[in-house]
C-alpha cells in the first residue's frame, strides 16, 4: 500500500500536479490553531496589564497641552509666509499662461 502510493505521488509529479500528504491539513490545522492562540495571548488586554504589571485600567493616559505664547506666534509667522509664497506662485501663474497665449498669437 505504502508502494501504491509512492507510485502515484511519483505519478502526479510527472504530470505536473500538486500532491498532498495525507496528514497536510491536520498539521495546518495545528500550527494554526497554536497561532490562534499565541495572538489572542497577546491582543489581550489583560495580558498587556500583566505583561506590564499594571492594574487593569486604560493604556492610555490624558495630557494636558500647554499652549506657548512663542510657538503660537511661530506659528502664525509660518502661515503667513505661506499665504505670501501662494499667492507669488498664483500670479507667477497666471503671468506664465499670458505670455503662453500672446505667444500663440505671434
Same mark, same amino acid.
Request: glycine fraction near 2%.
Given at each position: /500500500? *505504502?508502494?501504491? &502510493?509512492? $507510485? *502515484?505521488?511519483? /505519478?502526479?509529479k510527472?504530470k505536473? @500536479?500538486?500532491?498532498?500528504?495525507d496528514n497536510f $491539513?491536520?498539521e495546518?490545522t495545528?500550527? +494554526?490553531?497554536?497561532w @490562534?492562540e +499565541?495572538l489572542?495571548l497577546?491582543?489581550?488586554?489583560? +495580558?498587556m496589564h500583566?505583561k506590564f504589571?499594571?492594574k487593569? &485600567?486604560?493604556l $492610555?493616559?490624558k495630557?494636558?497641552v500647554?499652549e506657548?505664547?512663542k510657538? *503660537?506666534?511661530? &506659528?502664525a ?5 505661506l499665504?505670501?509664497q501662494e499667492?507669488?506662485i498664483?500670479?507667477i501663474?497666471q +503671468? /506664465?499662461k ?6 500663440? *498669437?505671434i
Amino acid at each position: /500500500q *505504502e508502494l501504491n &502510493k509512492e $507510485f *502515484e505521488t511519483a /505519478q502526479l509529479k510527472k504530470k505536473g @500536479r500538486l500532491s498532498i500528504p495525507d496528514n497536510f $491539513f491536520y498539521e495546518t490545522t495545528v500550527t +494554526n490553531q497554536l497561532w @490562534r492562540e +499565541n495572538l489572542g495571548l497577546l491582543d489581550s488586554d489583560l +495580558n498587556m496589564h500583566l505583561k506590564f504589571s499594571m492594574k487593569p &485600567k486604560t493604556l $492610555f493616559v490624558k495630557k494636558d497641552v500647554v499652549e506657548d505664547s512663542k510657538f *503660537e506666534a511661530f &506659528k502664525a509667522e509660518v502661515k503667513e509666509e505661506l499665504s505670501t509664497q501662494e499667492s507669488q506662485i498664483t500670479e507667477i501663474v497666471q +503671468n /506664465q499662461k499670458i505670455m503662453a497665449a500672446k505667444q500663440e *498669437e505671434i
